[in-house]
């Protein structure tokens, strides 16, 4: 099966600084790749997602790359804030088409991201 | 995420004591999972449910049993089979065929063991 591993497993950066979550994906026909937000005591929301057939998704301080050949994609966030400060995960899963049900999210161990004001 | 819901938010269970965890959904999604959470450690898919009236095993099924017998609603059994309960349970469900297969999580259940 599918097996999805995240790096690093906790990161602090200074307020306003860039931060970057990196995962790799064992199974090649992964094509759907969300990243969750979980803030302490609460439940993962998605905060950006892409799809194999492009390399690159932005939303503003947010983005995501996708590298198919070498099966990582990885979780950028620019000006970071004091409210970005949670653990965040990735995932992989592999989808077969709109008229396919849905198929189960392979997720990685999180990474506890600190802005340090 | 206010059309996932779970109860309740804290649960606690006897030694052989089976408890069950619910979780509701008025979203019309098709399919609803059941994932645990333990510090340190990424959701570990449990049961998952793509239909009405059929559900499969993820990947830690055992001591775990699920029943999806309407739409809005998969419960969850913690059975006495499951030596070590202690987790945070999350619910998640998505629209399943032809619609946005997002999934969307439930506030959670943090489960206890007396």
């Known amino acids: 099966g599918e097996n999805v591993e995240q790096h690093p497993s906790t990161l602090s950066v200074q307020e306003g600084d860039s931060a970057v979550i990196k995962c790799t994906y064992s199974d090649s026909a992964s094509n759907y790749f969300p990243w969750y937000k979980q803030e302490l005591g609460k439940r993962p929301q998605l905060i950006i997602d892409?799809?194999?057939?492009?390399g690159e998704k932005k939303d503003q301080r947010i983005a995501v790359t996708l590298n198919k050949t070498a099966k990582h994609f990885s979780l950028h966030i620019t000006e970071t804030q004091p409210e970005d400060s949670a653990v965040y995960f990735c995932?992989?899963?592999?989808?077969?088409?709109?008229?396919?049900?849905?198929?189960?999210?392979?997720f990685g161990t999180g990474t506890r991201l600190t802005i340090i004001p | 995420d206010g059309g996932i819901t779970q109860s309740p938010k804290y649960l606690f269970r006897k030694e052989g004591q089976n408890v069950t965890l619910s979780c509701e959904q008025n979203l019309n999604h098709d399919a609803m999972y059941w994932y645990r959470q333990d510090p340190g450690q990424g959701l570990r898919l449990i049961y998952y449910?793509?239909?009405?009236?059929?559900?499969q095993k993820g990947d830690i099924a055992e001591g775990y049993s699920v029943s999806r017998e309407k739409k809005e609603s998969f419960p969850l059994t913690v059975t006495s089979a499951q030596k070590n309960p202690t987790a945070f349970y999350l619910c998640?469900?998505?629209?399943?065929?032809?619609?946005?297969?997002?999934?969307?999580f439930g506030p959670g259940t943090r489960l206890l063991v007396l």
């Open positions: 998640a469900s998505s629209a399943g065929t032809g619609g946005e297969k997002t999934q969307y």
């Open positions: 892409i799809r194999s057939n492009v």
């Open positions: 449910s793509q239909i009405v009236n059929d559900f």
């Open positions: 995932a992989a899963s592999i989808r077969r088409g709109s008229n396919f049900g849905n198929e189960k999210l392979t």
